[in-house]
């Protein structure tokens, strides 16, 4: 009977481990991107405005993109990200790694000082405004679950981008799933298109969900 209380007593403890762990990983991770989205606001609030580097346009349609110097390092604020649809209002950094992804949704960024493969391409890196592909991704579980809801994303629905050299707005188009390993969304686009990209489906990282929009209003 001795052995039977010390080994209910052990796992009572070990119930209560998992589930302050699990506590932490769903509710604690929140905690820390949201100081970091706090931190990131003030950051990108007292940045100068850029002026616009003019593209052309394409029926009726304006291009333009951030000075050809912008080069944003790593955990940088880059844009403001605001999905009205699934009420997503976050700051999207430079950079797809382990500590950017915990300060919020990360722009995929071009192979350069501070930013190596795989998480870079070796294609010129797109921003918000260009014709091209921006890539956005960002957690769909902890961390602030920026993407929570991206699955109830559907033609029509608006991205709204707010950065220091324009506004813009995109339209959702589809979404996909496919292997966690594929490359298809690095290749380049003639399209301006912004992608998400994030875990699917939540609490796992079995494959990946893909949600695609194209820019439909540019505003400097």
Same mark, same amino acid.
């Given at each position: 009977?001795?052995?039977? +209380? *010390?080994?209910? &007593?052990?796992?009572?403890? $070990?119930?209560?481990?998992?589930?302050?762990? $699990?506590?932490? %990983?769903?509710k604690?991770?929140?905690?820390?991107t949201?100081?970091q989205q706090d931190?990131?606001?003030?950051?990108f609030a =007292?940045s100068?405005t850029?002026?616009?580097? /003019? @593209?052309?346009?394409?029926?009726?349609?304006?291009?333009?993109g951030?000075?050809?110097?912008?080069?944003?390092g790593?955990?940088?604020?880059?844009?403001?990200?605001? *999905?009205?649809?699934?009420?997503?209002? +976050?700051?999207?950094?430079e950079?797809?790694?382990?500590?950017?992804?915990?300060?919020g949704p990360? +722009?995929y960024?071009q192979?350069?000082?501070?930013?190596?493969?795989?998480?870079? %391409?070796?294609?010129?890196?797109?921003?918000?405004?260009?014709?091209?592909?921006? *890539?956005? =991704?960002? +957690?769909?579980? !902890?961390?602030?679950?920026?993407?929570w809801?991206?699955?109830?994303?559907?033609?029509?629905?608006e *991205?709204?981008?707010?950065?220091?050299?324009?506004r813009?707005t995109?339209?959702?188009?589809r @979404?996909?799933?496919?292997?966690?390993? =594929?490359?298809a #969304?690095t290749?380049p686009?003639? &399209?301006? /298109?912004? $992608?998400? %990209?994030t875990?699917?489906?939540?609490?796992?990282? =079995?494959?990946?969900?893909? #949600?695609?929009?194209?820019?439909?209003? %540019?505003? !400097?």
């Open positions: 009977m001795r052995f039977l +209380h *010390i080994l209910g &007593k052990f796992l009572i403890s $070990v119930g209560v481990g998992i589930l302050l762990f $699990v506590g932490w %990983t769903l604690g991770t929140d905690l820390y949201n100081g931190r990131l606001a003030d950051e =007292s100068p850029l002026i616009p580097d /003019e @593209q052309g346009d394409g029926g009726g349609l304006r291009f333009v951030p000075p050809k110097n912008f080069a944003p790593p955990g940088d604020p880059v844009f403001r990200l605001v *999905i009205p649809a699934i009420d997503t209002d +976050h700051f999207v950094v950079g797809v790694d382990v500590e950017e992804l915990r300060k990360g +722009h960024p192979c350069r000082p501070g930013f190596e493969g795989p998480l870079c %391409t070796e294609f010129e890196e797109v921003f918000p405004g260009e014709r091209g592909r921006v *890539i956005v =991704s960002g +957690h769909r579980t !902890t961390y602030a679950a920026p993407f809801g991206v699955n109830k994303l559907k033609p029509g629905d *991205i709204r981008v707010m950065s220091k050299w324009g813009f995109y339209e959702v188009t @979404q996909e799933v496919v292997s966690p390993d =594929s490359l #969304i290749v686009s003639r &399209k301006a /298109e912004l $992608v998400l %990209t875990c699917n489906p939540r609490f796992s990282a =079995s494959e990946r969900l893909i #949600i695609y929009s194209e820019l439909v209003e %540019t505003v !400097t």
